[in-house]
Every structure is written in C-alpha cells, then in structure tokens.
Nanobody, 127 residues
C-alpha cells in the first residue's frame, strides 16, 4: 500500500495562489492520482486528477483555467497549483491514489474509484 501526505495549505486572500503537495511513499508513476476537496457542511467534490504516465490531466469545471496538476517523479510528489483563488475554494483538500489506469475520463471524478487517501490540508480563502 501507499501512504499519502498533503502539505501546503494555509490562509490566502481572494485572487492569491497556493501550491499543495502530495508526497507518496511509492512511485507515483504506478498510480492514478486525484485531488478532492470538502467544505464544511458540503459533499466531497472532485478537483482534478493525473494518469499514471503523467501525460493526461483532468479538472472539474469549477477550477479549469485556475488550477494545475503536475508531478515530480524523483520526489514521488504530485502538486496542485491553485491560482486566482476564490472564497468558494475554501475546503480541506485531500490527495487520493489508486494503482490502476482509468480508461474513461469520468472515472477520475469518482471518489469511490480511489483506495488510498491522505489526511487532508486546510485551504482558506478570505474575501
């Protein structure tokens, strides 16, 4: 199994940027990686994902053009660069992994498709 540890959360003003990290105990090239978020009183929602080869990324409509997923294979780390942050981006952000490739892009958005999860990191965007 793989352990996932998120970091990089914090408090930022609207319009600002944050970069989240997800450090994995295994080789990230063996996993589909996803980012999810959950605000207080809200359902968990998909943010974005990256395939095992690192050649494809997918994003929720709410973050397209603002958030970018990237990967550092040498550090076994996946990043979520968040720009132009809005108060509605406030949530606990969690990294997830599963040791399979998804052949349908819609599968990336299914939390139930992932079997490894990090503890989450808080992102707060003030207005």
């Amino acid at each position: 199994q793989v352990q996932l540890v998120e970091s990089g959360g914090g408090l930022v003003q609207a319009g600002g940027s944050l970069r989240l990290s997800c450090a994995a105990s295994g080789r990230v090239s063996r996993y589909t990686m996803g980012w999810f978020r959950q605000a207080p009183g809200k359902e968990r929602e998909f943010v974005g994902g990256i395939n095992p080869s690192g050649t494809s990324t997918y994003y929720a409509d709410s973050v397209k053009g603002r958030f970018t997923i990237s990967r550092d294979d040498a550090k076994n780390t996946v990043f979520l660069q968040m720009n132009s942050l809005k108060p509605e981006d406030t949530a606990v952000y969690s990294c997830a992994a599963v040791a399979i490739a998804f052949y349908s892009p819609t599968t990336y958005a299914r939390a139930s498709a992932y079997n490894y999860w990090g503890q989450g990191t808080q992102v707060t965007v003030s207005s």
